[in-house]
């Protein structure tokens, strides 16, 4: 166990729908990380947030966009969701800005219809 | 920009033997990380060995090394004395100093034979 948890575990949305992502990190973690992870594929980096500012963003559109807040917790909104959006989204978190460690979460199984 | 190549998407052990999972990279960096992260079913990506590219000496835990050839951009995993637990997608993953992403290679399914 990593201290990371996600939510939800599986979900199923329709094209052209918002879909939020929650992402809960160890206590002290100011460091976030999202990343798609498309079937067969390794995972691809998003963005990353530290102390509730974006630290550096992946080759992803504006459409994908993220929030952290004091209390550890973060979330990654997707707007006019894609076929291609489908994907397992990882989070995971660091206590240092560089994100010298990484603990991961179980991720949330997204499938867009 | 960074690449990370791993041109074995398959391999298999046989319990209690070594096996030794491939992994190159491409950076115009200096200074960075390489990480060797494993993938369960469960789907929890689990740290199982980090080096850092200004240390010459190779990363060990455990049951896992790494040969870390810095000029040949190379970092393979050696697992030695394979457990049946050892069985999942191994990924080669390396991040810069200077910025926070991480690239992973596309990974390599580990099978352990009883």
């Known amino acids: 166990e990593t201290g990371v948890t996600q939510s939800p575990t599986h979900l199923i949305k329709t094209r052209g729908q918002q879909v939020t992502l929650r992402c809960s990190s160890q206590?002290?973690?100011?460091?976030v990380s999202w990343y798609q992870q498309a079937l067969g594929q390794g995972p691809q980096f998003i963005f990353q947030?530290?102390?509730?500012?974006?630290?550096g963003r992946g080759n992803f559109p504006p459409r994908f966009s993220g929030l952290q807040f004091p209390n550890y917790s973060s979330e990654l909104n997707v707007n006019a969701l894609e076929l291609d959006d489908s994907a397992l989204y990882l989070c995971?978190?660091?206590?240092?800005?560089?994100?010298?460690?990484?603990?991961f979460g179980q991720g949330t199984r997204l499938t867009v219809v | 920009a960074q690449t990370v190549t791993q041109s074995q998407p398959e391999m298999s052990v046989q319990e209690a033997e070594t096996v030794t999972l491939s992994c190159t990279y491409d950076?115009?960096?200096?200074?960075?990380?390489l990480f060797w992260y494993k993938q369960p079913p469960s789907r929890q990506m689990i740290l199982v060995i980090r080096?850092?590219?200004?240390?010459?000496q190779n990363a060990t835990e455990n049951r896992f090394s790494v040969n870390f050839q810095k000029a040949a951009k190379s970092f393979s995993l050696k697992i030695s004395d394979s457990q049946l637990g050892d069985a999942a997608m191994y990924f080669c993953a390396s991040r810069d100093f200077s910025n926070n992403d991480m690239r992973f290679g596309a990974g390599t399914r580990l099978t352990v034979k009883p």
């Open positions: 080096q850092e590219a200004y240390k010459q």
């Open positions: 947030y530290y102390r509730e500012e974006e630290n």
């Open positions: 950076t115009s960096e200096s200074d960075y990380y």
């Open positions: 995971a978190s660091s206590w240092d800005r560089a994100g010298t460690e990484a603990f």
């Open positions: 206590s002290g973690h100011n460091t």
